[in-house]
């Protein structure tokens, strides 16, 4: 078995990944330096409308699907339905990827778990006793992994400027028997995803080229056992809150009538048949209240779907099971060539540990707690993945190495035919997504599914919809076109018209090479878009604070372009700085203030309006418990203290004892900590904006 295998997967390298459809010729268009070889991509003719203009649109005109929810699977439905020439409108409570859209793992994966569950019972297997004891074989699990690796092609190539392959090592420490089943792990892996594979292949690692690759990884696993090797696979990776945006982008461009902040307050009946027909709209920046009429409604709430289809109808059933996946952000560790870790939890859970956007993101953690609009992960969630990263990494991490933490919740659901059937507990759970219909109103629901699978999601509750459409609608409505879709800023998706664009902001700019290849990652083709709102005030190129690459002009950019209206869609949603580090975000808060400030026309009132809840925000992402908060005078004593701590390489240990003499909280720990390893210029003024943040907070 493992010959066969292994010859077929020697096989799957000769067949070619999937290209990259190539777009209109319209959209085309390369500029050619005038020194020669290719530069940055034109100037984009697509100007997204104003947000009056949709609001316009949503109340003179009538739409064929309202969507209700503006995350991934909600902003892939209007896309979906765009292409295919009906008219859409969506409206979206909070901000555009707010929710479990931007609090995921940022991975496009197939499912190492899924895989490894359609063969064992129990996992991580201990020993070949222990394999031999729980093997089974589940189908139902190679279905799901068959389908999300097809998506994670597509989403690599829908956008490839931001979603790129990314290698991830699978350490083995159990015994040698955990070297050849792994390989058979990773060969099956790859030859599921078949020709649009889409990524580079597995292969094992020698523990020599694995310590290279991530130096950090243990020798030997937390119970002394030595690391034997590494299987290397490859998944996807995303910016996950910035790729729902372009979704959304690519739909209005479609057509789509999209805006955030619009609160639906009730739902439309036709009195004659009783099926929904629109919905009431408030927009909860202005109060103004629009009737926005539509044939077909289409709910696409995640875990808060349950609350639509109630007030559908009231007497139903609800299917959603929230689960909480926590993550923290930790600083980088130094990996050439990007690598990232993932392994099995001694609970039989996968647990991650990778590069993203200059920081390194671990997690996920699988634990219930009620729905909330803002959730929060739990000390107890946050010792269990820096826990489990001590198992195999070499650098002792606690509280002091998080920067940030933040959880989503993901919105599980039960199959309401396994329900009907009398099945209970997790045997009632939907490991794939579904699509829900209340036949009497006429509400489609579309809930369950990950990240990865956006886009099957939206053609399923398209399909659905067109199901029970009118004959006129279903007559122009064309076929699902997103699978050779390609999203805003893409370009013609070469990797040469990208690293032309970077050279080309480095070199006209005068951008550091970070920041240009950041700018191109962000917004692909879009980016000469961000650098021209500079050409009249160039201190809109420098970066916004020092810990992070964006530029000043992203803020600018995205008040104009990408419907920002708040401090906390800047600084989670648009940046990404509360999740790369949420105390360095509250000090880059009063520059992002002063932009949005000039751009959106706030009086004084609004900023500081703005700016306590953009505090309010970060403290979401503080993973300390709320009982640990400093005391005024514990503060005062902790700065005394923290004036009188110079940059070292002890700085772990001072900071500790400043902890246990002062009473100061694990996070302001983490703070003395970062800060004093800084250059002593560095630090002292980092020293001094920290005062004086924790002043403003606690008087």
Known sequence: LALVLCALHAWSFRVPGPRSPRLASSQLQRVQAARGGPRCAPRLAFEPPSRDAILG??????????VIGGGATGLGVALDASLRGLKVALVERSDFSSGTSSRSTKLIHGGLRYLAQAFQKKLPPRSIPDVIRNLRFEPAYLRIVAADLKERAFVL???PFMAEPIPMMVPLYAGWWEVPMMLAVGIMYDLIAGTRRAVPGSRLVSPEDARAAFPALAEADSEGRKLLGCLLIHDGQQNDARMGLHIGLSAIKEGAACTNYAEVKQLSRDPATGRLSGALVRDRITGREINVRAAQVVNACGVFADGVRRMAEPGCAEIMVPSYGAHVALERFEAPGRMGLVWFTNDGRVLYLLPWEGSTIAGTTDTEGPISFEPKPTPKDVDFILSECNRVVDRRLDAASVRSAWA??????RNPEAAAAGAE??????????VDVLEGSGLVSIVGGKWTTYRKMAEDAVDACLARAEPAVRARAGPCRTLDNRLVGTGDGSPETYRAQEAALRRDHGLSEAAAAHLTRTYGTRAMDVVAIAAGEPALLEPVHPAFVQIMAEIVHACRNEYALSAVDMIAHRTRFSFLDAMA???????????????LGWAREKVDEQEQAARTFLATMD???TADEPKPAAMAQAVIELRHVPPSRNATIQAHAVHKAAGCSQVAVHTIESRARMKTFQYENAINKSVRIRKDRWG
């Open 57 to 66: 649109r949503m109340q003179d005109e009538e739409f064929d699907i309202l």
């Open 157 to 159: 190539a829908s956008a």
């Open 408 to 413: 989503g919740i993901r919105p599980l659901v």
């Open 425 to 434: 507990g997790t045997a009632a759970l939907s490991r794939d997504h579904v």
């Open 585 to 599: 975000a509250a000090e880059a808060l009063p520059a992002v203030l002063e932009l949005m400030a000039r751009e």
């Open 623 to 625: 993973p300390k418990p």
